[in-house]
């Protein structure tokens, strides 16, 4: 049973777009949310992450928007960039076990 | 580099055979995880440890899968009898032991082929 769902599978976006990756989770006990990055032989690094008691984060041109109520969020990656190809895993923590998603292979195109 | 490190990178085994896996991760971190990923797939949990104490474990992780951390510092992953299905990139993170603080370091991983 995935914990945490994700989409789209894949997205290509023009440089200088704006990606967005979403993600759904059900259990109510998920207390940390973070999105990692992966390339391609290399393990995931965390990018952004968020509580739910807050809504929106930024960093750079990252932000997460989290609805606690439709227990969803999401990654919208501002002003895309060729070096922003990689795949997205949206991660969902509680106690001592992290539920990642099935990831979103992004594509920026220049 | 003072990230987490794992070895082998790669590792090609024959069924039946018995391999084992090193992380080592940062070094004020007490919480080390392994995961498995297969390809086009998110990171599975595997098993926890806090220190030397081995907290939790999947139920992915079947009787021929062993993990110790000796003295709380760097872990070893065991995998008996391997099995074509083992084949994956098993992961190691560590975190470290603050309060509220639950960021997540990878290593690169190893993968591993069972032919």
């Known amino acids: 049973q995935q914990q945490v769902k994700q989409s789209p599978q894949s997205l290509i976006v023009q440089k200088g777009g704006i990606s967005i990756i979403n993600c759904a989770y059900e259990?109510?006990?998920?207390?940390?949310f973070p999105w990692y990055q992966q390339f391609p032989g290399k393990g995931p690094a965390l990018l952004i992450a968020?509580?739910?008691?807050?809504s929106e984060k930024k960093e750079g041109r990252f932000t997460i928007s989290f609805n606690k109520s439709a227990k969803q969020f999401s990654l919208h990656i501002m002003d895309s960039q060729p070096g922003d190809s990689a795949t997205y895993f949206c991660a969902a923590n509680t106690g001592n076990q992290f539920y990642f998603g099935t990831g979103t292979s992004l594509t920026v195109i220049p | 580099d003072t990230g987490v490190s794992q070895d082998p990178r790669h590792k090609i085994t024959k069924r039946g055979q018995n391999v084992t896996f090193r992380c080592d991760p940062i070094s004020e971190h007490n919480r080390l995880y392994w995961y498995r990923q297969t390809l086009g797939q998110g990171p599975e949990f595997l098993t926890y440890?806090?220190?030397?104490?081995?907290?939790?474990k999947s139920r992915l992780l079947s009787d021929r899968f062993s993990a110790e951390r000796p003295k709380g510092s760097f872990s070893t992953l065991e995998i008996q009898r391997t099995e074509q299905g083992d084949s994956a990139m098993y992961l190691c993170?560590?975190?470290?032991?603050?309060?509220?603080?639950?960021?997540?370091?990878f290593g690169p991983g190893t993968r591993l082929l069972v032919l």
């Open positions: 993170a560590s975190s470290p032991r603050v309060a509220g603080e639950e960021t997540q370091y």
């Open positions: 259990n109510t006990a998920f207390d940390y």
């Open positions: 968020i509580r739910p008691d807050v």
């Open positions: 440890f806090q220190n030397e104490a081995q907290l939790e």
